[in-house]
């Protein structure tokens, strides 16, 4: 397994409740160890093992935000 840090900005956050979202749905994703959302910088930071790019960014997509 390779463990990796992946960033992403997700425009779209702008609140308490939009970062929640975010880190919930991503949090699901086989392999997340952990993920923080930061609304005021829009990023959200990913760490985990074997993480792929797609299933991340539909995970985002799924919370009803995009990644950029």
Do not use: N
Not at 25 to 53: N, Q, W
């Amino acid at each position: 397994m390779t463990t990796m840090e992946i960033t992403y900005t997700v425009s779209g956050m702008s609140c308490a409740h939009c970062k929640a979202a975010v880190e919930e749905e991503v949090g699901r994703v086989p392999g997340v160890h952990s993920v923080t959302a930061d609304f005021e910088s829009k990023l959200v930071v990913v760490c985990g093992d074997d993480l792929e790019d797609e299933t991340l960014r539909a995970a985002i997509d799924e919370a009803g935000y995009e990644a950029a």
